[in-house]
Nanobody
């Protein structure tokens, strides 16, 4: 069983930065993919950034050049550095660990954190 706990969300002005962390407890496998997802009120859950099981990194077009995903295997922690934040980045952010090569938005697959709220104001 894997448990994921996100932290680092909050309120920030447009142009600011936040760093989200996702601490994993329990055994995690190198064959898993890991990712960050967001869900805004009334909208579908979306991929923000993922690390595939082969180490490949993918970003949503909307965050390319602004967000950076990374993983510290020694600390069993996934990070999302968010720079140049925009109002449209406002959402609940979730981290996930899934026994798949490529991560998916489906919440019934793998393990998910409880989410951390990011609010960007102009």
């Amino acid at each position: 069983q894997v448990q994921l706990v996100e932290s680092g969300g909050g309120s920030v002005q447009a142009g600011g930065s936040l760093r989200l962390s996702c601490a994993a407890s329990g055994y995690t496998y190198s064959s898993y993919c890991y990712g960050w997802f967001l869900q805004a009120p009334g909208k579908e859950r979306e991929v923000v950034a993922v690390i595939d099981s082969d180490g490949s990194i993918r970003y949503a077009d909307s965050v390319k050049g602004r967000f950076t995903i990374s993983k510290d295997n020694a600390k069993n922690t996934l990070y999302l550095q968010m720079n140049s934040l925009k109002r449209e980045d406002t959402a609940m952010y979730y981290c996930a660990a899934q026994p798949r090569r490529h991560c998916t938005v489906h919440p019934e697959i793998g393990y998910w954190g409880q989410g951390t709220q990011v609010t960007v104001s102009s």
